[in-house]
């Protein structure tokens, strides 16, 4: 009891510590393999777009992935019962595919539902193997319990977080191409701007929330557009002096849209709908704000948005080849860009065509 105690105490005050949800869950994995005095323990998580259970954290193994109503763990997620089996293979709902794989033997085994705070199932806690015992005690079940309980609400939690992530990310992408039956653009055109803007972000050393912020508030630098006349917008060929006039304001418009707010990430984003096309010279619109006068984030702003733009086809241009696009960088390097960002930016560059090539605008 003793040991018990100071186990959990010990794991106790390391989980609090933690806030990424893979270590808890690796915590809870390891706290459940001392204090039970188990071989192995592993967190299975249910997709329920593919309808399989795999192995969040696991000991042992490499990353498992099993159909949702196969062997133990499928049973225990259908069924929300708990089973507490002494020897595995005299249990024809034991799956030995993964002993056989792994060249393990599995004897006692107990396998717990995890619900969430609706009762749904959301995964499965697997224990594999008492240590100096044939079978798990109802002690061992009780434990295991409590650490379960634990366990589904990090993993709940995380996953509500995922879900309000992707939420977000989707309004932004959507809000962002409000111009969409106007504007030649594509959507994969403003989530591309964002993807570039992550690599060159990473490699100048933002720090991760940096990074993510950037990747969001990119896709908005246009989103002024929405302000220009159809007539300009929507012209086929070149623009003429007064219409190209009505064009820049598309800076100033996407900032009055974006600005005041609170969140951090719409300020930036309306930092860099106002800078996106400013240049490092002084020679850009609207305000001729020069080298650092520039945001960092509208300078590389700058580079992914002209750099997509040149690799399109658009009504009044075709798209450019490597040589072409690689040729205008080199030159305007100091000129319209920040020398530093355009060295990152062609040192990177197949990085660059890889998300060009992956996210191609036919896709949508
Ligand atoms: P965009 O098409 O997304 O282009 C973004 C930026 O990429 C341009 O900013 C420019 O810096 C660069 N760029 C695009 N195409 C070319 C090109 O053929 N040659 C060169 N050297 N650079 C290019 P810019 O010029 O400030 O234009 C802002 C936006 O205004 C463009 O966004 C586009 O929506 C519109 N626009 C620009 N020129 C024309 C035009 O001649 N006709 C029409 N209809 N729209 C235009
Ligand atoms: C924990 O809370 O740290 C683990 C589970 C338990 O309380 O038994
Ligand atoms: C099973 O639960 O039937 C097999 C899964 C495992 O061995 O981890
Ligand atoms: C995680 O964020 O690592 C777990 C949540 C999930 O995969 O949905
Ligand atoms: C759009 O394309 O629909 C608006 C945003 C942009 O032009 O990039
Ligand atoms: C975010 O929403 O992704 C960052 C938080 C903020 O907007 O301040
Ligand atoms: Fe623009
Ligand atoms: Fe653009």
Known sequence: MERKLKILLEYTSKITNEKDIRKILILLTDLAKEIIEADRCSIFLHDDSKGTLWTIVAHGVERIEIPDNKGLVGHVFNSGEVLNINDAYKDR?????????TGYRTKSVLTMPLFDRNGKTIGVFQVINKKNSEYFSNEDINLLKHISLYASSTLENAI????LKKAHQDVIYRLSHATKFKDPETQNHIIRVGLYCEILSKEIGLNEDEVEIVKLAAPMHDIGKVGIPDRVLLKPGKLD??????????????????????SYLLKVAS?????????WDGSGYPYGKKGEEISIYGRMTAISDVF???TSERPYKK?????ETLEFFKINRGKHFDPKLTDIFIKNIDSFYSIKRELRDEDI
């Open 271 to 279: 930092q860099i709908a106002l800078e996106h096309h400013e240049k």
């Open 241 to 262: 002096n007064d219409e190209w006039e009505i064009m820049k304001k598309h800076t100033i418009y996407g900032y009055e849209i974006l600005k005041g707010s609170e």
């Open 93 to 101: 709902r034991f799956d030995k595919e993964i002993d056989k794989k």
């Open 308 to 310: 997509d733009a040149l």
């Open 160 to 163: 509500l977080y995922e879900k």
């Open 319 to 323: 798209a450019w080849s490597i040589d």
